[in-house]
Antibody
């Protein structure tokens, strides 16, 4: 079981770019899928996208134009960028190992980081 | 791509059984045998309970069981315990390398 730790600014201004990093320990980011999932306060989970060790990405259609997920294999880190943010992007953002074939489950989760979009 | 539909809340007394439903469409839950269920306690990250519609990972209590029929999946918790009070989310592969979650169900143990 790997450990995941999200980090980044807790406050982002509207129209700016949200940037988060996930440090992976206890395992390599190679040979795994990594996702970002967010959860506004009191609301449900929303899968944002995933990246494989090769750099191949998939994104949820509604956010595809604004989301970028990337890897830094030298640092064993996964990153999320979400541009042109609004208050609707305020949420806890989770870094997650998965979905893991063939079960397609989200197995290991970070503790989450609250990002507030406000001027 | 819409969220799967779950009841907002369910409740039960200790020792009883409850069932949480999760309704999708023929484009997601009804086509793929890839429904998973997650338990989330307040302030914590979700935890995997069920995968591939009905399978339990090692370490998950056998009080948790699940099934699926058509476009509806169900999670049953038997022998309710106080520690089961949490939010429960279903999740399904939705095709085209995308995933969708349910709206979540808050379980109250009376």
């Amino acid at each position: 079981q790997v450990q995941l730790q999200e980090s980044g600014p807790g406050l982002v201004k509207p129209s700016e770019t949200l940037s988060l990093t996930c440090a992976v320990s206890g395992g390599s980011i190679s040979h795994n899928y990594w996702s970002w999932i967010r959860q506004p306060a009191g609301k449900t989970l929303e899968w944002l996208g995933r990246i494989y060790a090769t750099g191949t990405t998939n994104y949820t259609p509604s956010l595809k134009s604004r989301v970028t997920i990337s890897l830094d294999t030298s640092k064993n880190q996964v990153s999320l960028r979400l541009n042109s943010v609004t208050a609707a992007d305020t949420a806890v953002y989770y870094c997650v190992r998965g979905p893991l074939p063939p079960t397609m489950t989200f197995d290991d989760w970070g503790q989450g980081i609250l990002v507030t979009v406000s001027s | 791509q819409s969220a799967l539909t779950q009841p907002a809340s369910v409740s039960g007394s200790p020792g009883q059984s409850i069932t949480v439903s999760c309704t999708g469409t023929s484009s997601d839950l009804g086509t793929f045998n890839l429904v998973s269920w997650y338990q989330q306690h307040p302030g914590k990250a979700p935890k995997l309970l069920i995968y591939e519609d009905r399978k339990r990972p090692s370490g998950v209590s056998n009080r948790f069981s699940a099934s699926k029929s058509g476009n509806t999946a169900s999670l049953t918790i038997s022998g309710l315990q106080a520690e089961d009070e949490a939010d429960y989310y279903c999740c399904s592969y939705a095709g085209s390398s995308t995933w969708v979650f349910g709206g979540g169900t808050k379980l109250t143990v009376l």
